[in-house]
Structures are given as structure tokens and as C-alpha cells.
């Protein structure tokens, strides 16, 4: 009879634990719940990744229903299976402080600068009780990866105002901020100082088109930014980008979605792009399927850049892998 109690409670145990969630897995899902390696909800949205020596970092926003409740980290080895680091950059209880409790930081992204040795995390910063007028960039660095982040400043680039955004690195380890200033209308591109923690006086306007959620990667030379229009938290439709030199000229392709529902991102709204390390030509489109009336149970999307006709196209499909999707 114990013994029986005892497997029983051990079964129960392990799943409400969540150990059934966070068996192996070998694919991505898109759109399904994705659980981290303690059987919890996956809880950073509108995120990045960042890799470095071998491990994935995985940075976004920790949602509660409606809260902004800081910047949480991820970390990975192989991009399928995610232990939670805890939070990465906390708000602060001290009512006075930019990123109190009741602001928002939103689509945080992480690059490393080899120069300082930091890491320099970019995010949107609204202030509490401001809704969305602040219109900044925030700024936080760490001697870790995974933190904990000390909070450095906030600041409209060059006096732009500065929501959706996020960075880019090109191959000469320049950094760059890509953001939706003028009230969303215009999308800019900042170069960054050597130190990563400030913008330069290079700051281009690449279009007025209403687009937001950037997401950026480079292939054979050219740039490709992928954006959504500006519809709060409704999906619509993406389009891509291209251009020879980052701060433009910047030519429309069209909407590389293909598949049900590509009209409207698959329910979705880009917000980075991972190339995969050691592979030739493999990219990860990154989504959150937002969910206004809880947001963090927000859905991730991740599928595969591919290319047709020299042009990135994004399938949808329900189940795929590096190994069969990028086999080189
Ligand atoms: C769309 C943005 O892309 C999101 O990051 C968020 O700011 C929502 N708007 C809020 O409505």
C-alpha cells in the first residue's frame, strides 16, 4: 500500500511539476505552448537571442495578464530545450526610478561588446503612467550574460522618439539600433558608439511607411528587414526589405509569409531573426502571437527563412527541425 502511494504521489509529482511538458523534444511547434525545462511557461516575449561560446541566450519580456514585469533570460544549447536564468533586468521599487513598477520595457535585445567585455541590452522604455509617450530607448549592461543587468539610462536617439526597435551587428562588430520614431511613421537606423551604450550623430531614416516590429539579418551582402504595420496588438500583414547598404536604400519585396493566414503573419508579429551558428544560409524567423487578454500566455513562432528566386519566403508549417529544415 505505501509503496503504491508512494508511486502515485510520484507520478502526480512529476506532472504537476510539469516533467511531461518539458520531456525532449526534437522540433519546434509553432503557436503551441512552450515550456522551459521546469515545466513553466515560456515568459520572454518580444525577445532576442544572443549566442555566445555555444550557448543560446533567449531575452524577452516578462509578461503577467497586462504588466510589464521586467526582462527575463533563457538559456539553451540546443535552441529546443530552455532553462529559465530568472530575471535578467528587474523593474525597480523605487517609485522615481525610470523603469519602476507600472512603465513598460518591451522587445529587449542583448549584443556583446568584445571592446568593453559587456553585455548591452537595448530595450523600449516607457515610463509608468505614461502609457506609450515617453517613447525611448533604455539601456542596461552586465559583465554576464545572464545578468543580473545594471540600468544605465534612457534617451531618444538623436531627439527621435524610439519604440519598437532592435540591434543589429554587422560583420565589422559595428552595432546599429533600428527603431519606429515620429509616432511609428518612420523607421530609422542609429550607428552605435564603440562602447555600445549611445547612438551616433549616423542616424538615417529608412522609410515612412508605418512599419514597426523590426527584424533584421544579412545574407551574401545584403540586409533584409522584416516589419509589421502598426496595428497594437492585431496581427496584419509583413513585409521585407532589402538593401545593399544598412542605412539604405531600402527596396520593398513584398510579404514573405506563404501558407493559411500569411496575410496576417499567421497570427503573429516578427521580432528577431536568429542565423544559425555553423549553419550555411539558416534562419529563424521569431514571432509572438500575442495575446492582449493575457499576455503571457503569448505564443512564440519560430520558422525557417528560406529562399526562392534569390527572396526570403516563410512557410507556415505545424512541426519542423534544424536537422531536416537545414541539413548543411
Ligand atoms: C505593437 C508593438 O509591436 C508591441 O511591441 C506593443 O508595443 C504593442 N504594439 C502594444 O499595443
Redesign the pocket.
Known sequence: MKKLFLTFSLLTGLVTSGFSQSQKRDAFTPGERWYDENGELINAH?GGLLYDRGTYYWFGEIRGTKASEGVSVYTSKDLYHWKNQGVALPKSSDPTSEIAVGG?M??PKVIYNPKTKQYVMWF?LELPGKG?DAARAGVAVSDKATGPYRYVKSFRPNGHMS??MTLFVDDDGSAYHVYAARDNYDLRIAKLTDDFLSVTTQDTLLFSKHR??PALFKKEGKYYLIT?G?T??KPNAASVHVASSLMGPYQLLGDPMRGPNAELTFDG?STYILPVPGKKDAYIFMADR?N?KDLKDSRYLWLPIQFEKGQPVITWTDRWNLRSTFPK
Open positions: 518580444g513598460l518591451e522587445r523600449h506609450y519604440r519598437d514597426e516590429a509589421s502598426c497594437g496588438w508579429q500575442w492582449p
